[in-house]
């Protein structure tokens, strides 16, 4: 067996107080920009359909910031916060939200297809498991080419079940191809939980990677240092040709999966424990033992940011109707 | 290369792109060693090696969804799909993934990729082997669709195929494989989107594709002796479709019979019925007459299969019936 289980920083290795402090805030500021984005939906400014983040910052964090400028991520349907976090910025993603040209895919894309080429995002999809093929795709070209990049997919426990999963691991296997599979287990899979769709318990998910001979990262999906340590080896690793690796992220939702899911499906006191437990944005902020005026400075600017998003955007150019067809051809 | 089959034509199509250009690869199940199993690749592996003539594992969706991202990544990978049955199993990734990022990116992303099929009855595989499922990628905007009916215009097409800049469902007829014909001593591109005239007429116009146009050129000529003069036209691209020379075609004619091997119900044929009467209403003088494959699953016995597939004396049948009609 050459698959190795690791614990993310079990080596000892740690991260700066610095990046953290980046980490923190980047994290905030998916945060506030989610929490504006459910408040502009409810207020009936934002069509479509939506999924927020909350609860899940330092999965995006931590992973795209372990990645180096030309590195790729394929995203989900849950997509702002790694969008966010691989470089878009949150103006652009805003006006996307509002059906506006100056969005990062010029409003044809919307919450579930932010797309931004320039900074590496291939996009996020709204078919769970969709994008994972095309990661083993460029990870193939960059192979090929003798490029030093690493493509990353983003998924869900969900996505775990889905045959395009199970094709794109064991061809990226087969073919060495580096590749970083990075598997946010939230539990849930939309509004059904791992008891009911998985076969083995929730933390053990990471096994699956087993069946394939490939390498197995754990890490705290919480833990935005694990993640980066987690996502860093994972990263060495795949460059290295000796194969991608699977990075098993335990994560919460801290919220419905979709925005106004009124989660009948879920019980409110145990959510309200993950909340007050699992929240990693409390929790980074207690290591760093930020002060209360610390905090408020740093929740003044995110939040400003945020809220310049929403003017750019509410300020943004409608699409020409006409336009629509512009690019069903290259 | 004055006279060389369709199979070769498809290979040679491959081997000049593999010389040419580092970005265009092979992927496919049994593509490699075995040359895959209509022999189209055989020879490849050897002159080009494994990294760019690879075999797969069955995983249609993976083949497809790693083509994908390779091709976003500015290769122009060729992938194979062995029978186009099995396109079934990679339709998700074709239809909401190759399809759509160009519009869902707002033009950011291109997808170069080449899916080359085959498929088509005639030797008794039964109903998972022979389908012709053409008509259900029309139906997708943001691909493009060929089928090739002579060695000249397979060779040509592939070409343009690997070269577009779109996701292109490439479609290969299995009994057209050992047909031979004459083709030019270079590489000529044909364009996707135009519609090749291979015989001319007066009295009634067939639209015709892939085996099917070789059985209107067997009608055409036993029509030609009853005293019918029939024009045969090819669209060979599906999708973008060459709307004029079709029409212009009809309009001559005033007479048209569409013919696939498809299933006739919801066939490319009914496209091209309502593009036919829209455009030249005024120039019909019959009901425009469709011929394609009996409504059932292709059924395993010799006689059966032969019985709901259509040849060439289902297009004389129906150019007679369209003809019989006064103008």
Known sequence: MTTVEEKAGSGGKRVSEDMLRAFFREMLLIRRFEEKVEERFRAGDLPGFLHVAIGQEAVATGVCAALEGDDVIASTHRAHGHAIAKGTPVERIMAELYGKQEGCSRGYGGSMHLYDLEVGNLGANAVVAGGIPAVVGSALAFQMRGEERVAVAFFGDGATNAGTFHESMNLAQLWKVPAVFVLENNGWAESTPATQHLPLPVDELGKRALAYGMKLIEGDGQDVEAVYLATRAARDHALSGAGPVLVHLRTHRLTGHYIGDPQVYRDKEELERERKTYDPIDLLRARLELSDGDFAALDAEVTAEVEASVEFAKAGTDPDPGDALKYVYA | ?327
């Open chain 2, 1 to 327: 290369m004055p006279e060389t089959t369709y199979r070769e034509a498809v290979r040679d199509a491959l081997r000049q792109a593999l010389r040419q250009d580092e970005s265009v690869f092979l992927m496919g199940e049994d593509i490699a060693e075995m040359g895959g199993s209509m022999a189209v690749t055989q020879g490849l592996l050897d002159e080009f090696g494994p990294k760019r003539v690879r075999n797969t594992p069955i995983s249609e969706m993976a083949i497809v969804g790693s083509g994908i991202g390779a091709a976003i990544q500015g290769m122009r990978p060729v992938v194979e799909i062995m029978y186009e049955d099995f396109l079934t199993l990679s339709m998700e990734q074709l239809v909401n993934q190759a399809a759509k990022h160009r519009t869902m990116s707002g033009g950011q992303i291109k997808v170069p990729l080449t899916i080359r099929t085959q498929g088509g009855a005639g030797w008794s595989p039964g109903a998972q082997h022979a389908q012709q499922l053409e008509a259900w990628f029309v139906h997708v905007p943001g691909l493009k669709v060929v089928f090739a009916s002579t060695p000249e215009d397979v060779r040509g097409l592939l070409w343009s195929a690997i070269y577009d800049d779109n996701p292109v469902v490439f479609f290969e007829h299995r009994t057209l494989y050992p047909i031979k014909g004459e083709v030019p001593d270079e590489l000529e591109p044909i364009p996707l989107g135009e519609a090749r005239i291979h015989r001319e007429g007066e009295d009634v116009t067939v639209v015709a594709t892939g085996r099917l146009v070789h059985e209107a050129l067997a009608a055409a000529e036993q029509a030609e002796s009853e005293g019918i003069s029939v024009e045969v036209v090819d669209p060979r691209t599906l999708l973008p479709l060459d709307e004029e020379t079709i029409i212009e075609s009809v309009k001559k004619t005033t007479r048209c019979v569409t013919a696939h091997e498809a299933v006739t119900r919801g066939g490319f044929g009914a496209e091209l019925a309502a593009v036919i009467q829209h455009a030249a209403f005024d120039w019909l003088d019959a009901p425009i007459e469709r011929v394609g494959a009996k409504f059932a699953p292709l059924p395993f016995a010799p006689v059966m299969e032969q019985h709901v597939v259509p040849h060439a004396e289902d297009v004389l049948e129906a150019i007679k019936r369209t003809t019989a009609r006064a103008g």
